[in-house]
């Protein structure tokens, strides 16, 4: 057996104690996954009471998700000094606020510090987190309000992550032996937070699809065996499914992969009222007696996603083995017999939870179903203009999208295959070049007669001198294929002010495993290969831009 394929196994046996509802400190510092991580970050902490033990037990989850993590830490300090500042991957102010309150008023404390953010915020463009607790929903309210004033800085409550699993936060009785009040119980549950909640959904691509299996998955009992009435939907599956739901109704992608007949699948959602999930919350389907890896591959290209963005569900540890041998960068997820663990698994699980759930994130599910009927759509025409012009298609472009800044770097993060310079901004390094007057961020909406896009394209460009460089060019996925790239790109740039005392534009390119597309369409417009693209910068000049017509039948708006 390889050590990729132990490694699969050892981490879907260790799902039980990590994903169990209250997890021990010496369950989990048994637990060994190897040394395969696929991600080193780094995380400058600083903090006015200790971590150390924390970390210890955040271990075994950062494994689990393959990564490897430095944490730099500051010495105790109430003053917040950031002293001996170096770059991180993330920031973590990890604040004991009793150590504050016991001196001053939250109003006072507040306002110092937001005072302190700035000053960490105009050092680093790295993502903030303020781990803290507070007394009641108003601070915490308030709390919240003040990180949002500063770009890409968030609120962890510890209170409320200790509140949702019943433990208590606090125990003074080891403050002074361990270097921070936080209670034992509530140090394993809190670990469990930060390495699979809070610095994954501040930094890593998102899981933008659940691939799930079906039989003792989603159900109990075989349904080729069973039949539709004979599974059987326990409470604890009755459960997992409305949670998939409430995953589908923010966003997130689901498809059926199972080895079954397709005319029994159908008939189980037909007939089973019972079933939470219904056939149509499926945005792709899959049921046949092949390998589930070219099945997976398949959703991934339907969905128009990679399959590093896929979280594949299934209780067949081959399966998942045979998955993630042939298919290294989808996530998996083991679904125990009983599915309260699963549950639990998919809660946890890094980079499926968010900080935020955008109006964008809600569409796509409806944009994706709607894609179905544009191809249907596309095959009956033979002219482009007709086609747009049957989808009542609008773009309306924002040169100034104040407003929509933290959606515009959640796509820099998102977006793969029309991604150019893989610059992937962060939302200050987006809000630092919004404010410049030397530089440009634009963002496009799409609307058509069968659904609202919403927010599909991102630029942001740079003026040195005569040259106007695009430093990050994405187009969402979903977006593709509707034959309007070149008038999302160029008139784009056309209508940003820098463009009108620039005398040449570059776009700057950085070839990754899956931005081809974007490639390839640079390479067209640069009259080369694809592969003859350089990486760096590549420039057209002006009147190439000055001579472009959008398309007649799109009906272009500036807001």
């Known amino acids: 057996m390889s050590s990729e394929m132990s490694s699969t196994i050892k981490r879907m046996e260790g799902q039980p104690v990590l994903f169990t509802a209250r997890p021990t400190r010496l369950s989990l510092q048994q637990l060994n996954f190897g040394e395969d991580h696929y991600r080193a970050v780094t995380v400058n902490v600083w903090r006015n009471h200790a971590l150390e033990s924390i970390i210890s037990l955040a271990n075994p989850y950062f494994a689990f998700g393959r990564w490897q993590v430095a944490f730099n830490f500051g010495d105790y300090d109430d003053s917040l000094m950031f002293a001996g500042h170096a770059p991180a991957d993330i920031e973590l102010l990890w604040l004991d606020s009793s150590r504050y309150l016991e001196n001053t008023d939250f109003a006072s404390w507040s306002e110092w510090l937001l005072t302190r953010l700035g000053v960490l915020r105009s050092t680093s463009t790295a993502p903030i987190i303020v781990a803290t607790w507070l007394q009641n929903p108003e601070q915490r309210q308030q709390m919240q309000a003040l990180v949002d004033t500063l770009p890409d800085i968030y609120f962890a409550d510890i209170g409320s992550a200790c509140r949702e699993v019943g433990v208590a936060l606090l125990d003074m009785r080891i403050a002074v032996a361990t270097g921070s009040p936080v209670s034992n119980a509530a140090q394993a549950v809190l670990a469990r937070k930060l390495a699979c909640h809070w ?28 039949g539709v009435q004979g599974v059987e939907l326990t409470p604890q599956h009755i459960a997992l499914q409305a949670s998939i739901k409430a995953l589908q109704q923010k966003g997130i992608f689901l498809a059926l992969v199972s080895r079954n007949e397709r005319v029994d699948v159908e ?216 034959q309007l790239e070149d008038t999302l790109v160029l008139w784009t740039i056309r209508q940003m002010p820098q463009f009108q005392t620039c005398q040449q534009v570059a776009f700057r390119v950085q070839h990754g495993p899956r931005n081809q597309p974007a490639v390839a369409w640079l390479a067209g417009h640069l009259e080369m290969a694809p592969d003859a693209v350089q990486e760096g910068l590549n420039g057209i000049p002006k009147h190439k831009l000055e001579q472009f017509t959008p398309v007649q039948s799109v009906k272009l708006t500036e807001e």
């Open 199 to 226: 610095l994954p959904a501040a930094i890593s691509p998102p899981i933008k699809a659940l691939a799930l299996d079906l039989d003792n998955t989603l159900h109990k009992g075989i349904l080729g065996e069973d």
């Open 267 to 482: 008939e189980l959602f037909a007939k089973r009222d019972d079933f939470p999930l219904k056939w149509d919350d499926f945005a792709a389907t899959e049921v046949s007696w092949g390998d589930k890896a070219s099945a997976i591959a398949r959703v991934a290209q339907a969905l128009r996603i990679a399959p590093d963005a896929v979280l594949f569900v299934d209780d067949n540890l081959g399966e998942l083995v045979a998955v993630t041998s042939q298919l290294p960068t989808v996530h998996a997820i083991h679904a125990h017999d009983n599915a309260e663990l699963t549950q639990r698994a998919l809660e946890y699980y890094p980079g499926l939870w968010r900080w935020k759930v955008t109006a964008d994130d809600v569409k796509r599910n409806q944009d994706m179903k709607a894609n179905a009927l544009r191809e249907s759509l596309l095959t009956e025409v033979t002219d482009p203009e007709e086609y747009l012009r049957n989808l009542q298609v609008s773009l309306t472009f924002n040169h100034s999208p104040q407003e929509h800044l933290s959606r515009l770097a959640d796509l820099c993060k998102k977006t793969n295959q029309f991604n150019l310079a893989m610059r992937r901004f962060s939302l200050s390094e987006i809000t630092e070049r919004h404010q410049s007057d030397n530089a440009c961020v634009a963002c496009v909406q799409l609307k058509d007669r069968l659904s609202d896009s919403g927010i599909i394209a991102v630029m942001v460009a740079e003026r040195h001198g005569d040259l106007l460089v695009i430093e990050e060019l994405c187009i969402s996925c979903r977006a593709l294929g509707r």
